[in-house]
């Protein structure tokens, strides 16, 4: 692990402990301090996330498809290659947003206050930066890394804990490299489609994957939207100015 791997651990930790000193302080519930509360509605939350993740990235494998700037050669039977990925990816998707969401957003909304919308870019920034020593990165794929941080961050501040970014986060690396054959972050994965891309990287990614391409950046900013259409459908008793604002 070098500098960035470690400090994408260390500093999270670091706003956890503050977390924690939070809870003591004040005698709050664990799971609250850390957005980690369950109840019935858990399902459902992971559930709209692998929706929503899983539907978004599905257009961007047809969009760019259609305009032919990626390739498929073949497709293949699932085998036992659903059931590994789906549990790994699953496991690295709670790490990351624990991590992420949970120790270092939290800790960063604690210390701001009701300026959620800096901690968000924050945090964002920091998640985009992390993924800067992946296979392939490149500036598009920063900035891609870094609007998947807002898309998670903005699902974990509207919730109030982390299981809807949870399921986004797992559908958007399930249905990107084990289902449709991209490239995950620059790492690439069996899949049930064999595909590659055969126009712009910085149209397709190229082998960094979707978010190092135009097309998987600005589709980030069709997941926020989906995500605040979701918030007023669940609160249509709160004004969309409240809702953008994480009032």
């Known amino acids: 692990m070098d500098v960035i791997d470690w400090s994408s651990v260390l500093i ?6 503050l977390l924690f000193r939070h809870k003591l302080k ?16 858990v399902p459902l939350e992971v559930a709209v996330g692998i929706v929503v ?27 036992e290659l659903v059931g590994r990925w789906v ?20 800790g960063l909304i604690l210390l701001l206050g009701d300026s959620k919308w800096i901690a968000v ?51 958007w690396n399930f249905f990107q490299g084990p289902v449709l054959g991209f490239p995950v972050s620059g790492i690439s994965i069996p899949s049930l ?8 990287d910085w149209i397709t990614g190229g082998d960094y994957g979707p978010e190092g391409g135009v097309i998987g950046l600005s589709s980030r900013l069709a997941v926020i939207a989906l995500l605040f259409m979701w918030f007023k459908w669940r609160q249509p008793e709160r004004s969309w100015w409240d809702l953008l604002r994480f009032g």
């Open 87 to 106: 549990v790994f990816l699953a496991v690295a998707a709670v790490l990351e947003e624990v991590l992420s969401r949970s120790f270092l957003l939290g």
């Open 121 to 171: 870019l924050i945090s964002a920034a920091f998640f985009g930066m992390a993924h800067i020593t992946n296979p392939e990165a490149t500036v598009i794929s920063v900035a891609g890394n870094t609007l998947g941080g807002v898309v998670y961050a903005v699902a974990y501040v509207g919730s109030g804990r982390i299981w809807l970014a949870c399921g986004l986060h797992f559908a």
């Open 12 to 17: 999270p930790l670091v706003f956890a402990c």
């Open 26 to 41: 004040g005698r709050h519930p664990l799971g609250q301090v850390f957005g980690m509360t369950a109840d019935r509605r």
């Open 53 to 79: 993740g899983g539907t978004v990235m599905a257009v961007i494998f047809g969009m760019e498809w259609a305009f032919g700037v990626i390739q498929v050669t073949q497709s293949t039977s699932p085998g």
């Open 193 to 200: 489609v064999q595909q590659g891309p055969s126009g712009p």
